[in-house]
């Protein structure tokens, strides 16, 4: 392959490293798809190729479909998806934020929503809402009419509404100060704080550090509180399970508020925040080892600003 053609790909790299991860809520996962792109652009006759974003944008998308609708992807969904991979906010996989639908289409609360589409309602909508396709551009892309890419989206985004309740987009410094206070409160046991901290309808995941076969999903202010207050409550057991004290520092994580377990230069652990209306709506607890790779790299780039607590 001449330069042009690789310098070529490389310019795209970022976009559709974006449009995969999206599509596949994972960040390994996205990247496998992206290189087999490239694999692909290396073996093509390029002089037919009129308009190589296009093309490699239908490539990258019929990749992660085929992932998607593979065995062991149906077993996963069968058995419960696993929380999404979470992101450190100014990843460039996390891709365009202009939009409050950009922006909402890569939080954890929508990509976990998105478990529930099928694999071609979820590629309608990560093309429509986050990268702006018009449905003939979509129609192509997927092997679709226009009537069909219409009829996927109005699905998808009954789906994902019907299950989200939208609030105002939080200040960040507002939502910094309800995550550090919901941090103070389960630190220190305050059920109550925790509770009124939460929204009547919040909802909370958790991975279980990736020891549970499926996440733990938890309903009601109360059972939130009891779970948050027992999960950062410090013993020598869970010292143990993550080889020392971590540190607890603030964060943005899918464009959400977090609290990053960190243990030297390595994150064990991130709790991302759902803000509606000043109170917290979601949380989402992230402990897998797997699941945290590509944010410690992240991490390990940037200066962080003092822990919220320091010895834990």
Partial sequence: MDGTATERFEAGRPRLASLAYRLLGSAADAEDAVQDAFLRWQAADRELIEVPEAWLTRIVTNLCLDRLRSARAR???????????????????LGPADTAEQRESVSLAVLTLMERLSPVERAVYVLREAFSYGHAEIADILGITESASQQHLHRARRRVAAARRRGREADPAAA?????????????????????????????????????????????????????????????????????????????????????????????????????????????????????????????????????????
Avoid at 269 to 285: C, K, L, M, P, Y
Avoid at 288 to 311: G, H, K, N
């Fill in 75 to 93: 077993r996963e969904h069968a058995a419960g998806a696993r929380p999404p991979e979470p992101l450190l906010e100014g990843d460039p996989m």
């Fill in 176 to 312: 910094r100060a309800v995550v550090e206070e919901f941090l103070a409160a389960a630190a220190s046991g305050r059920t109550e704080r925790l509770v009124a901290l939460l929204t009547d309808d919040a909802t909370a995941i958790s991975d279980g550090a990736g020891l549970a076969r499926t996440p733990a999903l938890y309903r009601t202010p109360e059972r939130i509180a009891a779970v948050a207050r027992a999960g950062f409550r410090p013993t020598p057991a869970k010292r143990r399970l993550v080889g020392g004290s971590p540190a607890f520092h603030h964060g943005l994580v899918n464009g959400s508020p977090a609290v990053l377990a960190v243990l030297g230069d390595r994150v064990v652990g991130t709790v991302a925040f759902e803000i509606r209306d000043g109170r917290i709506a979601g949380v989402h607890g992230i402990a897998a080892p797997d699941r945290l790779v590509r944010l410690t790299e992240e991490w390990r780039r940037r200066a962080s600003d003092p822990p919220v607590i320091a010895v834990w």
